[in-house]
C-alpha cells in the first residue's frame, strides 16, 4: 500500500537532509520532485497544484523552527497538508436513534461491494452491533446468495426474502424483519452495473427515499485510480453519498485514488479494505495514513491490531520465560501463530517507522508458507525436544524434516533462527520487560534486577 510513493518520497527528502537554509531555490526544487511523486501516484492534477502552492507558501513564510532542520520542516508541511487534503480527521459512521439504522452501499460492478457487505457487518459486530444483511440484486445470477454465503462465513444474520423478486420490497421487508428481531443495523447490498446508467441510479434512488438511510456509501476499486474518483464524483451528484469505502487498497502501491477523493468530491473516505480476509477492514485515518507514506510508520493502527488479537495473558507469560531464559520452540511457534493472526506479516512491517533498525521493514517481502513450514517443523519435533532443542542431533533433523515434508537444510535454518531470536529477545527482555512484570521478582543470577 503506497509503496512507490512512499519510495519516492525518501529519497525527495534524503535530498534535503544535507541542506543548513531553506530558501525559494530549494523549495522550488523539492516541489518539483514532490509533484512528480504524486503525479506518477496518479493523484488528480488539480490536489497537486492546490497542495503545492499551499505547501509554497508555508515553507517560505514561516520561520523554521529551531527544533527542526529545513528537511524536517518540509516534511512536517507536506504532512500537514496532506493530510488536510484527506479530510484531516477520521469520518466515523452516523447512527439513526430509531432501529434500525440503515446503511446503504452503492458501486459500480466489480468494486468488492458484496464482500465489503460481510466485511463491515463483522466490523459492526466488533463495535457489540447487531448487524443484518441484504441484498437488493435481484440481476445478477447468484448475487443473493454470494451474500449469504459471505454473512455466513462472518456469522451475521442474511435475510433471505425468499419469493420477493423486487429490490424495494426486499430492503423494506429486511428492515421489518431487522425491527422486529431486534437487529441495530440493517446494510443493504445494492445492485451494480458495469457503468453508471439511469437504470440502477433510478433504483438506488428509490431505495434511499424509501429506506431513509443514516449512511449511502460508495465502494470504490482503488485499483481503478482517478475513475473510482470521478464515478464516486458522479454518484455524490446523482444521490448525494455520505462516505467512500476504498477497497483493494493493499494492491494499490500508487494510492493516488485515496489521496484525491475527499478533495476531488467533498466526501470522507470512512472505511478501506486492506486484504481479502474478512477482518481486513478499517477506519480511514488521514493521519495515519500519511504517516505511513512518509515513512513515519503507523504504530497506533499496529498496536491496535495486536490489542484485539494477542492474549494478553499469554504475553506476559512469554515475558516471564524470555527474562527467566526459558523460553522454547513451542513457545516461539505460538509466538509465529499470533503474529499470523495480525494479518499479512509484509504489511505489517510496512507499519513500522523508516528508521534505525526498521529502515528496510517495509520492503521486507516475508512469504507465508515460510512461516507455516517453520510451524510444520516444529510440530514434528517431540515435546522432549521442542522443550530442549540442544538434544536435536543429526539423527533427530533427519526425522523431523521427514515428519515436515521439509528438508533438513530447513530444519537447520529454522534451530538457527530460534537460537539467534531467543538471544535478541533475552537481551531486549533484561532490559525492556523485566521492568514490565510487576511484582515478579527476578531470579538470582540471570543479570537483571528485580
Known sequence: MFDALQDKFQRVFKTLRGQAVLNEQLVDETLHDVRLALLEADVNVKVVKELLARVRVRALGEEVRASFTPAQEV????????????????????????????????GLQGSGKTTTAGKLARWLATKRRR?????????????????????????????????????IELAMAARKDAADRGHDVLIVDTAGRLHIDEQMMQEVS???????????????????????????????????????????????????????????????????????????????????????????????????????????????????KIVTDTFTLEDFRDQLRQMRK?????????????????????????????????????????????????????????????????????????????VQTKRMMKTLGRGIFGRQLSGWKMPVGTGGAA
Open 75 to 106: 516534511v512536517r508541511i507536506v504532512r500537514d497538508e496532506l493530510i488536510q487534503i484527506l479530510g484531516g480527521e477520521a469520518a466515523l459512521l452516523t447512527f439513526s436513534k430509531e432501529y434500525p439504522t440503515v446503511i446503504l452501499l452503492v
Open 206 to 320: 428509490e431505495l434511499r427515499t424509501r429506506l431513509r438511510p443514516s449512511e449511502v456509501l460508495l465502494v470504490a476499486d482503488a485499483m481503478i485510480g482517478q475513475d473510482a474518483v470521478r464515478s464516486a464524483q458522479e454518484f455524490h451528484e446523482r444521490l448525494g453519498t455520505s462516505g467512500v469505502i476504498l477497497t483493494k487498497l493493499d494492491g494499490d502501491a500508487r494510492g493516488g485514488a485515496a489521496l484525491s477523493m475527499h478533495h476531488v468530491t467533498g466526501q470522507p473516505i470512512k472505511f478501506i479494505g486492506v486484504g481479502e480476509k474478512y477482518d481486513a477492514l478499517e477506519i480511514f485515518y488521514p493521519e495515519r495514513i500519511i504517516s505511513r507514506i512518509l515513512g513515519m510508520g503507523d504504530m497506533l493502527s499496529l498496536i491496535e491490531k495486536a490489542e484485539q488479537t494477542i492474549d494478553k495473558q499469554k504475553a506476559l507469560e512469554v515475558q516471564r
Open 342 to 418: 495480525l494479518g499479512p506479516v509484509d504489511q505489517m512491517m510496512g507499519m513500522l517507522p523508516k528508521v534505525g533498525i526498521f529502515k528496510d521493514a517495509g520492503k521486507m517481502r516475508v512469504d507465508e508458507k515460510e512461516l507455516v513450514h517453520i510451524e510444520a517443523i516444529i510440530d514434528s519435533m517431540t515435546a522432549r525436544e521442542r522443550a530442549n532443542h540442544e538434544i536435536i542431533n543429526g539423527k533427530r533433523r533427519k526425522r523431523i524434516a521427514r515428519g515436515s515434508g521439509t528438508s533438513v537444510q530447513l530444519v537447520n535454518q529454522v534451530l538457527k533462527q530460534f
Open 131 to 167: 448487524p443484518i444483511l441484504v441484498s437488493t440484486d435481484v440481476y445478477r445470477p447468484a448475487a443473493r446468495e454470494q451474500l449469504a454465503i459471505i454473512a455466513k462465513a462472518v456469522e451475521i444474520p442474511c435475510f433471505a426474502g425468499e419469493g420477493i423478486t423486487s429490490p
